[in-house]
């Protein structure tokens, strides 16, 4: 399904665990993981290789991103939180679609503002945006960060014009239990932390 989309899965060395593997071999006709040994707070130039690899090595219109200590949430528990489910991701125009993402504390990631840990990029929109596409943004005295590589490559996006859509919501492993709902997607049911 979904010809024009390639779904990535950004991995650490570890294997991806089998469910987040199963959403992406059956649902997407192109599908890849990608392994590194990057340290975590190098992400914003993990996320950076990732794009210039999809824009070096395919020739499809959207890049999907994932990462790996992520899973997808399905219908029941988006019905739950108000939100489409996952799938509409792949089915949005915008130029940027990206997943609400519930952060380990169980709460909202990024207030509820864009997350790069799951989401659906378009190769037009990454073209024609000044590189680097992520970064951390330093405070003005340069002696802290002032926000996470999300929130920058949201305001570089919108500089360029860019559409913002969230659609559905993902979670990190562990948040809550995993189960498949009656089309075989991994479902999360959250406990009582969730908030916004
Ligand atoms: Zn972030």
């Known amino acids: 399904m979904f010809p024009a989309i390639q ?8 294997a991806v665990r089998p469910e987040l593997h199963a959403w992406s071999s059956q649902l997407f006709d192109h599908h890849t993981i990608r392994h590194d040994d990057w340290p975590r707070d190098a992400i914003a130039v993990r996320r950076n290789r990732l794009v210039q690899w999809f824009l070096d090595e395919t020739d499809r219109a959207w890049l999907w ?5 992520m899973i997808p949430v399905g219908p029941e528990a988006a019905r739950q939180l ?28 990024h207030r509820g503002n864009y997350s790069a840990a799951c989401c659906k990029l ?9 590189r ?8 003005a005295d340069g002696l802290d960060v002032a926000s996470c590589e999300c929130a ?14 969230a659609v559905g919501i ?19 049911r959250f406990g009582e932390q969730w908030g916004t």
């Open 152 to 165: 920058g490559f949201a305001a570089s996006a919108r500089a360029a014009g860019a559409s913002i859509e």
């Open 122 to 130: 378009s190769r037009r929109l990454l073209e024609r945006m000044a």
């Open 132 to 139: 680097p596409w992520f970064a951390f943004e330093l405070k």
């Open 82 to 109: 108000g939100t489409a489910p996952t799938i509409a991701l792949a089915e949005s125009d915008a130029e940027v679609a990206w997943c609400r993402a519930v952060g380990r504390d169980g709460r909202l990631a």
């Open 65 to 69: 991103s994932i990462d790996d200590d």
């Open 170 to 188: 993902v979670a990190h492993a562990g948040i809550g239990a995993v189960a498949p709902d009656a089309d075989g997607r991994p479902v999360v």
């Open 7 to 14: 779904v990535v899965i950004l991995a650490g060395p570890r």
